[in-house]
């Protein structure tokens, strides 16, 4: 695991495949590091320079020089991009990692990237978990109804380890402040989509994703996509929130043929 010092704080990262001129910038979610991208990188080292740099504070001794917000992430981000002097490079986010992907596409006025499992539509019920999630004597039990959520229809291994032992390795007042910033930006902004039609240059945006398995929600994406051209919505098959884990042969497959159409 290398390192660089940004803003004072580590930010560790792997690093495969050197050689390939493009590179992909792979950014996990809240309470996430490089383990979700255990099964993907290797694939897409074939054909790509692939990084997965770890958030402030998501460092294997969760270093941490007082609070920070998902604006702090984005400049540690570019940071770190223009420490490895990356120029012919595109990211790759999930989760609610996809807020600092599309920021720093605003940042930095790129013009084609890759979202992960990004939750289009949120409901009541999502942020009543995350309003639990910032409360200090609930946090626990708010965090278990997405850990319950997310391993309710999967027998695969590396999701159930990711969601069972790496997540729940990160203190809880990372997962306060990850609850706290996810209901910030969904209440500033009403939803992804939104956040990202109101770009002034509008990236080219693919978003794979496997959940929810309702028709209606492919619909609606495609419905989406069909008056916001640079919006394209990918379907793989599976059965949990983490396709990066549990289908990365589709998900690789998917962000080779998006970065290669460019």
């Known amino acids: 695991m290398d390192s660089v010092t940004i803003n004072n704080h580590p930010m560790t990262y792997t690093e495969s495949g050197k050689g390939n001129p493009h590179a992909l910038v792979l950014l996990s979610g809240w309470a996430q590091d490089d383990r979700l991208f255990k099964n993907l990188e290797p694939l897409l080292a074939?054909?790509?320079?692939?990084?997965?740099?770890?958030?402030?504070?998501?460092?294997?001794?969760?270093?941490?020089?007082?609070?920070?917000?998902?604006?702090?992430?984005?400049?540690d981000v570019a940071q770190f991009i223009a420490a490895k002097k990356l120029e012919n490079f595109h990211l790759v986010s999930t989760s609610h990692g996809c807020w600092v992907n599309i920021d720093l596409c605003d940042k930095l006025g790129l013009d084609r990237t890759m979202?992960?499992?990004?939750?289009?539509?949120?409901?009541?019920?999502?942020?009543?978990?995350?309003?639990d999630g910032q409360d200090p004597?609930?946090?626990?039990?708010?965090r278990q109804s997405f850990f319950d959520e997310w391993v309710a229809a999967t027998d695969n291994a590396d999701v159930i380890n990711h969601i069972r032992t790496e997540m729940p390795w990160f203190k809880g007042e990372m997962w306060m402040r990850a609850c706290r910033e996810i209901e910030k930006a969904?209440?500033?902004?009403?939803?992804?989509?939104?956040?990202?039609?109101?770009?002034a240059k509008k990236p080219e945006v693919l978003h794979i994703y496997s959940q929810p398995l309702s028709a209606e929600y492919r619909d609606f994406q495609a419905a989406f996509a069909k008056d916001h051209p640079w919006f394209h919505p990918c379907h793989v098959t599976g059965q949990t929130h983490f396709p990066t884990l549990e289908s990365p042969v589709a998900v690789s497959e998917a962000i080779r043929s998006f970065v290669t159409a460019a």
Not at 47 to 75: I, K, M, S
Not at 115 to 131: E, N, S
Not at 137 to 142: A, C, P, S, T, W
């Open 186 to 199: 969904y209440r500033h902004w009403g939803s992804p989509l939104d956040r990202m039609q109101a770009l």
């Open 46 to 75: 074939k054909d790509f320079h692939v990084l997965c740099p770890n958030y402030r504070g998501h460092d294997a001794e969760q270093t941490l020089h007082g609070d920070f917000t998902e604006a702090d992430l984005v400049d």
């Open 137 to 142: 004597e609930r946090y626990q039990l708010g």
């Open 115 to 131: 979202v992960i499992d990004w939750l289009m539509t949120p409901h009541d019920g999502f942020y009543q978990q995350l309003k």
